[in-house]
C-alpha cells in the first residue's frame, strides 16, 4: 500500500478526525496532512483583524498545505487528509497526484445536515477548539469566556447553505467510498475498512 493518498472527505461534522484514527489502527502508519491545523498555526503566528486578513492567512495555509503534500510525495509517504473537500482543491490535489503517480481513495462521509448542524455547534462551542474558527478578529492567546457571543458562529441557513453549494457531499477523486455517518451508533468502522480494498 505505497503511494496511496486517502482523502477524508465530506461534510463538517462528520466524524472525519476520528475516522483517521481508526485508519491509522487498522492500517499502520499514514503522514497526516491538515489544512486546519496549518491555519490554525498561522492564525497564531499573525493574527489577523478583520475577515480579509483571515482569507490572507487561509491562502497562506494552503500554499503550506501542497507544499508538504509534495514533500511527502516525493518521499513515497502513506498520507492521510481530512478535509471538508470541494473543487477548489481536486485540481491542485490531481496535479500531485499524476505527477508523483499516487493512488487516491476517496472516503466521503455523509450524515442528516439537521444532526450536522448539531455536531459543528457542539464542536465550535467546545473550549479546545481552536478560537479562530468562529471569531472575525484574532490574536494568539485570545479567549473568549461565552463562545456562544463569538461573532461568526454560523448560524442554520448559512450552515445549510454551504453544505448544499459548496460540493462537499459529491467531492471524488479515486476510488470513491461512501458512509453514512447520521447515527454513528450504526456504522461499523472496522468491519467496513475491511471491506474496502486501500
Not at 154 to 177: H, Q, S, W
Request: net charge negative.
Amino acid at each position: 500500500m505505497d503511494k496511496v493518498l486517502i482523502l477524508l472527505a465530506g461534510l463538517p461534522g462528520t466524524g472525519k478526525t476520528y475516522l483517521s484514527q481508526i485508519i491509522k489502527e487498522k492500517l499502520g502508519e499514514f503522514y497526516m496532512l491538515s489544512q486546519d491545523e496549518w491555519k490554525e498555526h498561522y492564525c497564531d503566528l499573525y493574527g489577523y483583524n478583520d475577515l480579509e486578513e483571515k482569507q490572507v492567512i487561509e491562502k497562506i495555509a494552503w500554499a503550506k498545505y501542497f507544499e508538504i503534500m509534495e514533500q511527502q510525495m516525493q518521499a513515497s509517504s502513506k498520507i492521510m487528509s481530512d478535509y471538508p473537500f470541494s473543487q477548489k482543491q481536486k485540481p491542485y490535489i490531481r496535479q500531485l497526484v499524476e505527477r508523483y503517480d499516487y493512488r487516491v481513495v476517496t472516503i466521503r462521509l455523509v450524515a442528516d445536515l439537521d444532526i450536522l448542524f448539531e455536531r459543528q455547534k457542539k464542536r465550535d462551542l467546545d473550549p479546545t477548539r481552536h478560537l479562530s474558527h468562529i471569531v472575525t478578529s484574532y490574536q494568539k492567546g485570545d479567549q473568549l469566556a461565552d463562545r456562544s457571543k463569538a461573532d461568526q458562529l454560523l448560524p442554520y441557513e448559512e450552515f445549510i447553505n454551504r453544505c448544499t453549494t459548496r460540493g462537499y457531499d459529491t467531492f471524488e477523486l479515486g476510488k470513491l467510498y461512501e458512509v453514512d455517518v447520521t447515527d454513528y451508533s450504526k456504522v461499523n468502522y472496522s468491519e467496513w475498512l475491511e471491506e474496502i480494498k486501500l
